[in-house]
């Protein structure tokens, strides 16, 4: 291709909404505009690295034996009430009302598509496995979309989704896939970590999550200090903390707290610290009212408390429900006397452990001192259990070793869903014994501009993008450094060969500064640039420099192409070659 053909609108200034390098730089080196809030276009650059990914997943894909489809994008709001998602995405989830009145999706993800497909085409045990796929636009109603593609509204899946006759055949899948996703990664030249996840809205009996570490991503891995395991935040387990010796303590008191339903006003007004306070957060569920009690420098895993709800759907109790509960403002809730009239309550061992605290007095504008874990209410009961419902934070250990974190980008992430969306959908099938039965399901997903989002936040520099080549949106860019006959002629020649050596190059052909085109080369990432400059051409050789070296080498004229060619190859297979 050459420069001035080709629309790539780079430029110097960095977005003043773009916070983080790999949006500053998608937008600067012209793959990208934003169109509204939190949706982009692809300008050609950027489209190029989006298709080199999209193929090197489809290629890992159809490696495994998973068929390709297309799902639509807007999908039957009725399906998704029949496995409650349309709940459990709340408003993430896009929907509108066609002219007929009827519910309509704009698909996020496609658990319920591709399961009502099974429905209507499987039904012998013989068809089984059965492995669907489809690269395709999802959309998330995101209510601060930010960081460029890291949090869009819309954003460019894969996400496949297999079915099995026992569990055996599942981990089979399961692991076919995990080992895929490896392979993706590794042809894109991510650096990445796998940890165990929690399966969030998708449900289900297992799940790992592929993360890139950087220190702009959102999510947060966590680690031993051995390195022997990991787990996203909302998985990472904790040791319960030592039970606190008693103290003497005198009777539950008063305190008056005008206006602090804050953590740290109330602190301020009694004088004491976070974690001597016990936080009570209350939930709705479909069996009632849910309490979590936590430390005040603590945070709640919701995803652990669903966990011990079996998985059921629980969201955070309105004001209204909170008022009429505690008999209080919101920010006065507390325990004493408020555990018996919740359908159950959940007592993290922090709190559990502690020998004496501070709590909401489930009275507006008062807290409550001396109050005594076990004495001032119950830490056992039919309702009552005690467990790890909190984030894991610095200081705490999982079985004696001590718990690391770090920062990164999910890519990717594999389920075991198990029945969950065959039975809510029925979908059944016929075994070899005559039975009807459902379907076991596994889930995958991987997040193709994230990938490239994540490429470039752990390869960059002051001037631009350090791309890999399997992805990089040209492998060669030759830049004449004049407009000389001798010099646009000697481009030509090479780019000419380059194109018949199956290079994916790029011709800088414009009429300006040498200077401004190193420039915009350096902010493209093509990992490979030529320059043909007049002072080394008139000794028959040209320059070579590839974009993560300091240094530029010089060729010969008659066999740069040739060797550059060869360079590429090189470079392509090192990333290529991965493990089966």
């Not at 009145?101 to 319920?112: D, F, I, M």
């Not at 974690?275 to 603590?298: C, F, N």
């Not at 300006?512 to 990432?525: E, P, Q």
């Amino acid at each position: 291709m050459r420069y001035s053909k080709t629309l790539i609108p780079t430029v110097k200034e960095v977005p003043a909404d773009a916070e983080i390098p790999s949006h500053q730089l998608m937008i600067r080196a012209g793959l990208m505009r934003k169109l509204a809030s939190g949706t982009y276009i692809y300008l050609p650059a950027g489209q190029r690295m989006l298709a080199k990914v999209m193929q090197i997943v489809r290629e890992e894909m159809n490696r495994t034996g998973a068929q390709e489809i297309i799902m639509p994008v807007v999908q039957p709001l009725e399906l998704w009430q029949q496995t409650g998602r349309d709940i459990d995405y709340g408003q993430t989830l896009g929907t509108f009302v066609d002219r007929h009145g009827r519910g309509n999706v704009l698909s996020p993800t496609a658990e319920e598509g591709f399961t009502y497909l099974a429905a209507g085409e499987i039904k012998s045990y013989k068809q089984l496995p059965m492995n669907l796929y489809q690269i395709n636009t999802k959309y998330r109603d995101e209510f601060r979309p930010r960081f460029g593609v890291l949090r869009s509204r819309e954003f460019i899946m894969k996400d496949a989704y297999s079915f099995h006759t026992s569990e055996e055949c599942l981990h089979k899948t399961y692991m076919d896939m995990y080992h895929a996703y490896c392979r993706v990664f590794e042809r894109c030249g991510l650096e990445y970590v796998i940890v165990l996840a929690e399966s969030g809205e998708m449900g289900g009996t297992g799940s790992h999550q592929f993360t890139v570490p950087c220190a702009s991503g959102e999510d947060i891995i966590v680690y031993t200090a051995d390195n022997r395991q990991a787990w996203n935040i909302e998985k990472a387990p904790v040791d319960p903390l030592p039970k606190q010796p008693p103290v003497p303590v005198g009777p539950v008191e008063d305190f008056y707290t005008p206006k602090a339903g804050r953590i740290d006003d109330a602190c301020a007004y009694m004088k004491v610290k976070p974690h001597q306070l016990i936080k009570t957060l209350i939930y709705k569920s479909p069996e009632g009212v849910i309490l979590a009690l936590v430390r005040g420098d603590h945070e709640v895993n919701t995803e652990k408390l669903t966990r011990l709800m079996d998985g059921a759907h629980i969201e955070m109790a309105d004001e209204a429900a909170i008022v009429e509960l505690t008999g209080a403002a919101v920010g006065f809730a507390g325990p004493v006397g408020l555990c018996g009239k919740a359908a159950k309550v959940f007592i993290d061992y922090g709190v559990a452990a502690m020998a004496v605290g501070a709590t909401g007095a489930n009275k507006t504008d008062y807290h409550i001192m001396n109050v005594v874990p076990g004495r001032d209410f119950p830490l056992e009961g039919a309702h009552i259990r005690v467990a790890d419902i909190r984030n894991a934070v610095e200081g705490d250990t999982f079985e004696g070793k001590k718990l690391l974190f770090k920062r990164g980008i999910e890519v990717g992430q594999v389920f075991k869903l198990g029945d969950k969306y065959t039975r809510k959908l029925d979908v059944k099938y016929v075994d070899a014994d005559g039975k009807e039965k459902y379907p076991l399901m596994g889930c995958y997903g991987i997040g193709i501009n994230r990938i490239i989002a994540s490429a470039i936040e752990i390869g960059h520099d002051k001037d631009g993008m350090i791309l890999p080549i399997t992805i990089a949106p040209w492998e060669v860019i030759v830049t004449p450094a004049g407009q000389e006959e001798e010099v646009t002629a000697a481009a030509e020649g090479i780019y000419q060969q380059l194109l018949e050596a199956g290079v994916e190059v790029l011709l800088d052909d414009r009429d300006i500064r040498a200077g401004v085109k190193f420039k915009d080369a350096d902010l493209l990432g093509i990992p490979i640039r030529i320059t043909i400059g007049k002072k080394t051409l008139a000794e028959g050789r040209v320059e070579c420099k590839r974009r993560c070296d300091s240094d530029c080498t010089t060729l010969p004229l008659d066999t740069a192409a040739a060797e550059v060619a060869q360079i590429v190859s090189r470079m392509k297979d090192k990333l290529n070659a991965v493990k089966n």
